[in-house]
């Protein structure tokens, strides 16, 4: 498969994935929509549904939609997630690239989408949640902490879900997607994706947002370092456990 093919995938299966899962939360954050004051709950559903959704979409490159798990594969030692698309020195990069673009697009659509009730939203807060993540306590050593467990988590599931027979797939990974917000998002809204974060919070900051605050920059590392350990974590652990339990 050409790096193009996988660069388009990985950016249209990301803007679905950010589109759907910041739209969850600006339905739930912002003033006057249907959705408002619908609860965390009602967010983790939500994320896990548009996961399923871009898992779809960008099947042919094997779905990757975030950086963790590109590296989790990789520290896998994996050579291809799926049949006849590698994931080498070459590759690594075509998924990084289509994983950021696919998030800024998909959170300027969810912009526009919402534009009057952003317009409408007295609170920056409010405003800078739909786009990226931030801290219940902040603490960026606790944070980091909470973020590499979370990530780890879906990375090491992730792999050890292709080892089984007859998975559920894109179900499976969707559901594990609402079991880990509602089981670990609280403390820091669980990004567990550095390109679900970083993508959508540079969009925040060049968007013409009415109100919109500052971007957060000092918290933004936490959202991309601790998802990076984790998937590397996740998928050292995905080789070790086979092993270990034969």
């Known amino acids: 498969m050409s790096l193009g093919i996988i660069f388009l995938s990985e950016v249209m299966g990301t803007m679905m994935l950010t589109l759907l899962g910041c739209g969850v939360v600006a339905n739930v954050a912002l003033k006057g929509t249907k959705g408002n004051a619908g609860g965390f709950h009602l967010v983790n559903w939500g ?20 950086p963790a798990v590109t590296l989790g594969i990789v520290s896998s030692g994996a050579k291809e997630f799926v049949p006849g698309v590698p994931v080498d020195g070459a590759s690594i990069f075509t998924y990084f690239g ?40 902040r603490n960026y050593t606790w944070n980091l902490v909470t973020e590499i467990i979370g990530t780890f988590v879906l990375v090491f599931v992730i792999l050890m879900l292709g080892n089984q027979p007859n998975q559920l797939g894109p179900l499976a990974v969707a559901l594990l997607v609402v079991g880990i917000g509602a089981s670990l998002g609280g403390p820091t809204g669980y990004a ?13 900051a060049i ?30 652990m995905s080789q070790w456990v086979p092993v270990m339990i034969k």
């Open 98 to 137: 289509g994983e950021l673009t696919g998030a800024f697009i998909g959170a300027v659509l969810c912009w526009l989408a919402y534009k009057q009730h952003f317009d409408a939203e007295p609170l920056a807060a409010s405003k800078l949640a739909v786009f990226s993540t931030g801290p219940a306590m």
């Open 207 to 236: 968007l013409p947002i009415k109100g919109k605050g500052s971007s957060d920059w000092a918290y933004s590392w936490v959202p991309v370092v601790g998802p990076i350990i984790g998937g590397v974590l996740g998928g050292l």
């Open 47 to 66: 994320w896990g549904l548009a996961v399923m959704a871009g898992v779809f979409v960008a099947a042919k490159s094997g779905a990757h939609l975030n």
């Open 192 to 204: 567990i994706n550095p390109a679900r974060d970083l993508g959508p919070r540079v969009a925040h």
